[in-house]
């Protein structure tokens, strides 16, 4: 591929330039762009003119530039993400209806989870998920089920790194770790008061393909209540249903 | 940007690689990558490696290639795709929930509709919709819906081509579209039976922001039995609760 000065690539550029979009950030100038990305506001202007001839980002009335729909739809229509969400959905808003506030689905990608699909009611508790947005695997419940899951590569890298603390509930012990994990190995679910905020409670359970392969979690953020446990045998009868279903399609 | 000797673009090439990849084709050899997207092989070949290098598109187990979830994360993240689906959800959740079968979200984009969102009963009626996917203006009731409030430069446009004969319901005069876009515009829905499929009809509501611009259409697929117009009321319901939902966010 063809090279700058810098002997970067240009899909490097862009793939730079991509990133500098967040859902906190989603409209940015050219110069904002440039900075976040790290690249010489000339070459940003002139990458971002291209991005956006061809429809991958857009500008607004304000000379923003944003991600463009057409970037959306070619990333959305063969993704893996969209077909494992179109099997997952009926179940999923089943189970959003009978428990209420979020449910949503995550996948393990790298070393985070990455939530591929989540349903909200109004007034729901609280949620640091998005779609599209990730977590890390030792504080959200998804995550903890995906390392619990995962290989024994990822957990001792895991385990290996300073684990950060989100509230006093947050487990931060290598050794209290290992201990929850292997207790999610057990008991096939997870359940997390106050790991992530003081005021909601995460329970999440493995999706499995048909080898009994975890493929995803399924999980429900609820109020910190102790009435929380009271959502997983929904959640574990949703997490059969999405298994059942991805080896039927 | 850095041209081939063909005078194109990197990014161009990027663009019809990733434009080789559809729901119908979601796993490619790198052979039909070159092929679906008019490259040379050796060329193809070096620009999914650095594709696949940045996780944009990933290989399988059988050395076939499909689109990345990192690339599907880069694009939904910062979405406006994705904030109008994001409040539209509960409602549609709603609609789907009283009216069964399907409910969708489309967005005008070019001369086409693109669907956002879609849920989706088990063994509801045939439905051509899929998240990401398009469907052409004339011949879906939320296409009709977004081209009786679009442009008259769109209306002429569309008028003025061949108009794609799906069933014999499908609307393909000029002049009785233009009567039906005259229609919508007077009572705000549309009610398609079988004009995609025999079996299926569509009815179809704008959804607007605070000044009244149509920013989407929301639409129902029902069976084509003759009971589709009681679905009706609960359509423009949800419509009114979404366009109030994303003015107030």
Redesign the interface.
Known sequence: ???SDSGE????R??RI??A???E??ALTVSAVAERAGLPLATAS??VA??VA?G?LVRDDERRV??G???????????????LR?SA??VL?DL??GVGHHAQLG?L?GEEV?FVER????GAVVNFT?????LPLHASSSGLVLLAFGSTVLQERVLARPLRRFTSNTVTSPTELRALLAGIRERGVVICPGHLHPEATGIAVPVRDASGRVLAAVSVIVPNDGDAPRAVPALTEAARRIGARLRSH
């Open positions: 591929m063809a090279r690539s240009v899909l490097e862009i793939v991509l990133e979009f967040t859902p950030a989603p002139r990458l291209d991005l061809h991958l944003r991600v729909t057409r970037l959306w739809e070619l990333a959305s229509r063969a993704s893996p993400t969209l077909s179109e959905m009926p808003e959003h209806r996948v990608d990455l349903l909200s009611a109004d998005r779609i599209a947005a990730r």
